[in-house]
């Protein structure tokens, strides 16, 4: 299961990419191994990218919001990035605007973003 | 067998050249020639197809059981006719000349059978009658052409505008604009938010503004578009900013109870400009003695 969604850690940030398969075992375990690494690794900032998802549900809508949540509690700023139009337009259309997260084009925007705060 | 338009047969096969400029001729007169829209060698191509699918339709039917046109021998005179009246809809023929234009064909035709047939009024009275009814059912299936090919125009042309109408122009490197013009219904919406979200992964935008000063009304509903694709863009990792916001489009706002949340408004896209310049990290300086 850990090669689904493998979990680097770069100056402090934690990277995931989400690959479109993902099941949603998967994504529940990928949430379990985040906050666990987030505590261990003693990031600061989160990326996860969800540029190759080419559907989302209100599961995984849901799921992604709860990361971020999650990762405000532990003091680690959340970016999902990479998202693709059709994605963004149904999320919207599912009344999911994933409020507690930020949001970046690439994973280098958001690494910008996060650099520039002082968190990479 | 006998054809029971054997004279005009006959007629159409000697006296084709003359038939076709009495034909023109009597639209001139009708005021239907268009020499506006059409040279004269366009008419006479035009003309001469006809006459000639005609010949061939009439020689090989039976009219006897009055006209039919969506028989097969009329296929040929069917293309020219649909072909013809495409070019002269295109153009900006209107309807009733159009009509005009092919019953302009009875006169000529009526003329030439009175001389031939003078000796025999029966059939004269019988060939006129039945020459009638086939031109008849040319300017029917014509009108009915003519109405299928103006509403394919104005498919087109409200796709062009759907089109047109929600245009993604760069205003600088990673900033967007798409200013919104008219009315903003659901269709439309959908159709903004689509180009917009695919321009921003185009031109990897980090701000977008939506200006609004061209759109008429602002209801709820209207404002529920813009905020969902406001909501859409953040999604993406840009920011939208929606500029154009008059005073009254304000207080209506408010009126309603619309709640733009975090969404970035400015009165005047110059406003937009000047903010979606320092997000994307450029500053706009005065020149000191600047030419030109």
Known sequence: MADTASVYLVEHVLLVAIPDNITDTEIMSLQEELSTRIVSDGARGVVIDIAALEIVDTFVGRVLAQLSSMARLLAAETFVVGMRPAVAMTLVELGMDLHGSRTALTLSHALRALRSEGLA | ?292
């Open chain 2, 1 to 292: 067998m006998k054809n029971a338009l054997q004279t005009v047969l006959a007629l159409l096969g000697e006296d084709y050249d003359s038939i076709l400029q009495a034909w023109l001729e009597t639209q001139k007169a009708e005021g239907v020639r268009r020499p506006d829209l059409f040279s004269d060698r366009e008419s006479r191509r035009q003309l001469g197809d006809i006459l000639r699918g005609l010949g061939e339709g009439i020689s090989r039917s039976d009219l006897s059981e009055g006209i039919a046109l969506d028989a097969d021998s009329w296929t040929d005179l069917r293309a020219t006719l649909d072909e013809v009246t495409q070019e002269r809809v295109e153009r900006g023929v209107s309807p009733s000349e159009m009509a005009t234009f092919i019953l302009a064909m009875k006169q000529p035709v009526f003329a030439r059978l009175r001389e031939r047939l003078a000796a025999d009024p029966t059939r004269l009275i019988e060939e006129i009658t039945q020459f009638s009814r086939v031109v008849d059912a040319l300017a029917m299936h014509t009108n009915e052409h003519f109405i299928e090919a103006r509403d394919q125009v104005i498919e087109r042309q409200r796709a062009e505008m759907m089109e047109l109408s929600t245009p993604v122009v760069q205003l600088w490197d990673r900033v967007l604009t798409i200013p919104l013009i008219g009315t903003l219904d659901s269709m439309r919406a959908q159709e903004v938010m689509e180009n917009l979200l695919n321009a921003i992964v185009e031109h990897s935008a980090e701000v977008v503004i939506v200006d609004i000063t061209g759109v008429r009304v602002v209801d709820t509903q209207v404002a529920q578009h813009l905020l969902r694709t406001a909501a859409a863009v953040r999604l993406m990792g840009a920011e939208a900013i929606i500029s154009g916001i008059s005073p009254k489009i304000a207080q209506t706002m408010v009126e309603l109870g619309v709640d733009v949340g975090e969404v970035t408004t400015r009165p005047t896209i110059r406003a937009a400009l000047a903010h979606a310049f320092r997000r994307v990290g450029f500053s706009i300086e005065k020149v000191e003695n600047a030419r030109g």
